[in-house]
């Protein structure tokens, strides 16, 4: 029947490669927040090497590695929101770079760190105090994200095909009780359907 027939499609549609939708929404919201607090330390030290290039001054290494650093993090995640930008070679697979980030990250946060946690004056060096020690906080939160990816994209390279078989087998299952269900409603659905159609339709015995 093509009520049935449709309904038992729409219904399988439904039921596959979820788990899969849900994985690729949060790689996306993890990069997405990975390059929001880049872009957050271009600002707050990006303010720092402006000035000093307009001054005249020569460029402090710190904070130019700092840029450096939040640079290659920006042009790293939009590369990674390319579907499939190295054909078949899926993102997680180059976890090696994510973790030589979290490397960046975490050097540069103990760079800060040691600058500025202590530091009780409101400036140092014609910059804020209390805007960097926020920055401080934010480099070990970038530091944290790349490390959460650089271990996922490991765990998905060498187990992900595990992963991904028991995934497809609990799929299966439930695609079969949601086809079930649906079967049985779209059976009543079109039997109802019948009959407001030919509503002098009576049963022969």
Known sequence: MPIKSFVKRFGKGAAT???????????WIARGLQFIFAIIVCGIYGNRVDRDRKDGNSQSVAWVYALLVAGLTCITCLLYSIPNPFS???????????????VLWIVQFGIFAGLFLKREEDEYEGVSVALMKCGV?????????????GLYGCFRTFVGRKVNDKIDQVQNKVENQVNSKVSQFAGSAANNFSFKMNPLKKETV
């Open 17 to 27: 490669k979820q788990v899969y939708i849900y994985e690729t929404w949060l790689r």
């Open 137 to 149: 906080w934010i480099d070990l939160v970038n530091a944290v994200f790349w490390l959460g990816t």
């Open 88 to 102: 078949r070679m899926q993102s997680h697979r180059l976890f090696a770079w994510d973790l030589i980030l979290f």
